[in-house]
């Protein structure tokens, strides 16, 4: 299993200002992701990360909104750019891993829990 | 339709009960299941997974599949208070080591 640190784990920020959640694992990995969660409701898959080329992102999320950076294999971050009160919410950084049988599973973070005002 | 359906919940059951956590999928190409826990202010880790039908057991935990009729399921025997929180159900059906996601079942266990 992997070991993800995140940070912060919470934070109140005020409209139009950027924040920059910053996830760092125990051990190299290929694949990293970045989820957005509501109170109450499942993930939500912003983006995946790789090491050495661009983030790719799911529909409903852009870059512009959302810049990631990989820069190596035990560290990637997320800025949620010119917030507004909708981009409160949980945001979660989690690795790719192997399972027995070569089931492709993944670790998380402990999250960070975002208020903007 | 999602690719996996899972009942959000609030489910409430009394301590020492079994329950019962169901999701159903739509694509029978999927292979691997998974069992996450996700207690408040706390990332998901974790639980259990499965790859053919039939079950799986860890303690207190059994997972199952059945293929034919693409549902899954989690129960929980001698259920604690410990044992509440969020338990969402996922598949390996993704592109790109992505996982899909059932929507999380919200169990509570009454002391």
């Known amino acids: 299993s992997a070991v993800i640190s995140q940070k912060p784990s919470r934070d109140i920020c005020q409209r139009g200002t950027s924040l920059t959640i910053q996830c760092q694992v125990d051990?190299?990995?290929?694949?990293m992701f970045w989820y957005r969660q509501q109170p109450g409701q499942s993930l939500t898959l912003i983006a995946t990360a790789n090491q050495g080329s661009e983030a790719t992102y799911e529909s409903g999320f852009v870059i512009d909104k959302f810049p990631i950076s990989r820069p190596n294999l035990t560290f990637s971050t997320l800025t949620v750019s010119n917030m507004s009160p909708e981009d409160s919410s949980i945001y979660l950084c989690?690795?790719?891993?192997?399972?027995?049988?070569?089931?492709?599973?993944?670790?998380f973070g402990a999250g960070t829990r975002l208020s903007v005002l | 339709q999602k690719e996996v359906e899972q009942d959000p919940g609030p489910l409430s059951v009394p301590e020492g009960a079994i329950v019962s956590l169901n999701c159903t999928y739509s694509?029978?190409?999927?292979?691997?299941f998974m069992w996450y826990r996700q207690y408040s202010r706390k990332g998901p880790e974790l639980l259990m997974y499965?790859?053919s039908s039939g079950n799986k057991e860890d303690g207190r935990f059994t997972a199952q599949v059945d293929k034919s009729s693409k549902y899954i399921s989690l129960f929980i025997r001698d259920s604690q208070p410990s044992d509440s929180a969020t338990y969402l159900c996922?598949?390996?059906?993704?592109?790109?080591?992505?996982?899909?996601w059932g929507a999380g079942t919200k169990l509570i266990i009454k002391p």
């Open positions: 989690s690795v790719s891993g192997l399972a027995g049988a070569g089931i492709n599973i993944q670790y």
């Open positions: 499965t790859y």
């Open positions: 996922a598949t390996d059906g993704g592109s790109n080591y992505q996982l899909i």
């Open positions: 694509n029978s190409a999927f292979q691997y």
């Open positions: 051990s190299q990995v290929t694949m």
